[in-house]
């Protein structure tokens, strides 16, 4: 479901899961555990982590058919474990990229928020919040998350409309840093963050917990009740 390799000091997750890299709470406990190791590995040493998909989808969003299986109870619990993961990318101490490989929805493009940078391949995939055409609500923590990563003007159409942008267009209104060719994804992940992670980790640290202190206060979610 991940896979982990590094290149140097450079981690990177893979997401490899069915149904297009769909979230449900085995992704999210997976994801977790993998930001587990990174952390572990990398210490208090200079290190920077990329998120990347698999096949045609960095990740389509929200697995439905299995998250409306669950409980009320074992909802709460993901909704939770879910907001936690996006918090702890948010700020994770150390540089993080989202190699956006093809199409990220709904919660696969809140994912791809949570990181401090984005690429994504030029010619397939669709950056996309597809709530107002499914009927879903975005929280209010998720809301500030696109408002804080994005620019009002593209967060309100990319809120209200749900348009889905190509890569070309993402580049156009900012939603990413890069734009490339399918083979030169990782490669050009590594070469923009490899730089960072070369900070000092400390500072690097504090100023990306202060620049984001907001959002994620109310990603935060106390760790006993997603266990």
């Known amino acids: 479901m991940i896979q982990l390799s590094h290149q140097g000091n450079i981690h990177i997750l ?3 899961a069915p149904e297009g890299n769909a979230v449900d709470e085995k992704l999210v406990a997976a994801m977790h555990e993998a930001l587990d190791s990174v952390e572990a590995v990398v210490g208090d040493g200079p290190g920077a982590l990329v998120i990347t ?3 045609k989808a960095f ?3 929200l697995n439905v058919p299995v998250v409306m299986q669950y409980a009320p109870e074992k909802i709460e619990v993901f909704n939770k474990a879910l907001k936690k993961l996006f918090g702890r990318l948010m700020n994770f101490k150390m540089p993080t990229l989202a190699a956006i490989n093809g199409h990220a929805f709904a919660a696969g493009a809140f994912l791809t928020l949570a990181c401090d ?8 995939g669709w ?3 597809s709530e ?3 009927g879903v609500p975005i929280g209010a923590a998720e809301m500030a998350m696109a408002k804080d990563k994005l620019s009002a003007s593209v967060c309100r159409d990319a809120v209200l409309t749900g348009k889905r942008y190509t890569g070309p267009e993402s580049l156009q209104a900012n939603i990413v840093d890069a734009i490339c060719a399918e083979e030169d994804l990782l490669p ?6 490899g730089g960072l992670a070369e900070k000092q980790r400390g500072i690097f640290s504090t ?3 202060t620049l984001y202190s907001d959002t994620v206060a109310g990603l935060e979610v106390d760790d006993e009740k997603c266990d």
């Open 127 to 129: 950056f996309c919040f």
């Open 188 to 193: 050009t992940a590594v070469e923009m963050i």
């Open 132 to 134: 107002v055409d499914v």
């Open 207 to 209: 100023l990306k917990a």
């Open 117 to 124: 940078y984005r690429v994504m391949r030029n010619d397939r």
């Open 14 to 16: 893979a997401i490899k």
């Open 59 to 61: 990740s389509v969003g």
């Open 53 to 55: 998909g698999s096949g």
